[in-house]
């Protein structure tokens, strides 16, 4: 492509700004060492959940200066990061309750980050027969599942002796009916 001969046309000051709200992360690299680091970090920051975009800028002058023969550019080396987990006792501590419960529930809102996450779910529920309501933050459970029991969502809830949140916003609206009034009263919609 032919360039214009006004070297500034094609500089910005901030040119990630224009997008910087809607990115997890942006960074502008001023050397080659910078740029094989801001690689690997933006990576490792949009592969992370929640998985969102990233935003590498790169001026010009970087990409056409040319690199030394003799250089040995270091490119730092990519771990990813675990994702977070529960902590092992309280694990234990709620498998003992879903497996003594008679009537668990769990309640599934963005749960099912990768295509792995809805037959685990199913397995789950199917293991504990617990009935399932999807939330619908993302496609969490079958909806012609016989244990999916969204549609009595409120009902189901409460027959629980065990309700499992499962990444949901706002777990304290799920097991709880709130009245919108002028003096707001709630009540719980769970076994107490």
Excluded at 148 to 161: H, K, L, P, S
Aim: proline letters at 9%; hydrophobic letters at 45%; aromatic letters at 4%.
């Amino acid at each position: 492509a032919i360039r214009r001969p006004a070297e500034w046309y094609h500089g910005v000051q901030d040119c990630a700004g224009m997008v910087r709200d809607y990115t997890k992360w942006d960074d502008q690299p001023a050397s080659l060492t910078h740029f094989g680091e801001s690689a690997i970090r933006a990576y490792k920051i949009a592969m992370t959940p929640p998985m969102a975009p990233v935003v590498l800028v790169l001026d010009a002058g970087l990409q056409e200066s040319p690199i030394e023969s003799k250089t040995k550019l270091p490119i730092p080396k990519l771990t990813m990061p675990i994702p977070p987990q529960g902590e092992m006792g309280a694990v234990t501590e709620l498998a003992r309750l879903l497996v003594a419960a008679e009537s668990p529930v769990l309640v599934a809102d963005r749960l099912a980050r990768t295509p792995a996450a809805m037959p685990l779910l199913i397995e789950l529920a199917e293991t504990l027969q617990a009935a399932v309501i999807d939330q619908g933050g993302r496609m969490n459970f079958p909806s012609l599942h016989p244990l999916n029991q969204t549609q009595r969502a409120a009902a189901a809830i409460g027959e629980a002796d065990v309700v499992l949140g499962l990444e949901v916003a706002d777990f304290w609206a799920t097991v709880n009916s709130l009245r919108d009034q002028l003096h707001r009263s709630s009540r719980k919609v769970t076994k107490p």
